[in-house]
């Protein structure tokens, strides 16, 4: 009896993960038919070039040292960014979340950063840095806030029976926090470092397109467009989609890993 249970539990459970993935295998198709729809009705292979058209210029561009070459700037600027603002945000958070003065403080900048548009931050300091530099900073000052108010806000979620059974074998400061707090953070440090990491790929191409630097995805984008390569911009689009996909993912499952 448990056993035919189990079975069917098991079925069903298989059945609904069946109708999952022909759920969204369907969305795809859909997606690709009203684009093929579109490209034949509107006819203009500059407003709206053909799906297989793009499809073409992503070989030519996966098979090409010279998009490989850009590709890697790029992701060197992400990971650039995302390493120091997870390591920043983190130390603030830290600060901020034990200090009431200091998240006063920095309260102001960090509802500044986040209601300020990208596009208006790289106009600014387009002045200040090197067209290299200029996507690192500007996904800093995006991402930043995020894991600051992450990590501080952490703080307000305190067990006291933990603390006072360190009361009871007096436990020193430090001691709280190696282990008390810093465990507690666990989960919030991951969940921002996900965010942060999907937020970087968006922030730093948007920034190489508005500075375009010698070297760089945004770069490649910015110079289809000036030449009306349409079918090349949607090609680059769709390869940074699928790369920012496949490495979110293999991100978010190191991330339930790390939390388990």
């Known amino acids: 009896m448990n056993g035919s249970i189990i079975q069917r539990k098991s079925f069903l459970k298989n059945k609904k993960s ?126 930043l806030p995020v894991m600051i108010t992450s990590i501080s806000d952490s703080f307000n979620n305190k067990n006291q029976k933990l603390y006072d059974m360190a009361k009871i074998f007096d436990y020193t400061k430090i001691q709280n926090f190696i282990y008390i707090e810093l465990p507690a953070l666990k989960p919030f440090f991951w969940s921002s470092a996900s965010n942060i990491f999907g937020l970087s790929w968006k922030v730093v191409i948007a920034g190489e397109i508005m500075c375009i630097p010698k070297k760089g995805i945004g770069s490649l984008l910015q110079t289809n467009s000036v030449h009306l390569e349409t079918a090349s911009v949607f090609a680059l689009t769709l390869i940074v989609i699928i790369f920012s996909f496949l490495l979110e993912y293999l991100f978010s499952l190191f991330v339930k890993s790390r939390n388990k």
């Open 18 to 143: 069946l109708f999952h993935i022909i759920s969204f295998l369907l969305s795809i198709f859909v997606f690709f038919a009203l684009w093929f729809l579109f490209s034949w009705k509107i006819d203009s292979e500059i407003i709206l070039p053909y799906p297989e058209m793009v499809f073409h210029k992503i070989l030519d561009f996966l098979c090409s040292g010279k998009f490989w070459n850009n590709f890697l700037f790029s992701f060197i600027r992400i990971l650039s960014a995302f390493f120091i603002s997870i390591i920043l945000g983190f130390l603030l958070g830290i600060i901020s979340g034990k200090n009431s003065y200091i998240k006063e403080f920095l309260k102001f900048p960090i509802v500044f950063l986040r209601v300020c548009p990208v596009i208006s931050l790289i106009l600014v300091v387009l002045y200040w840095f090197n067209s290299s530099v200029i996507p690192v900073f500007v996904s800093i000052l995006i991402t």
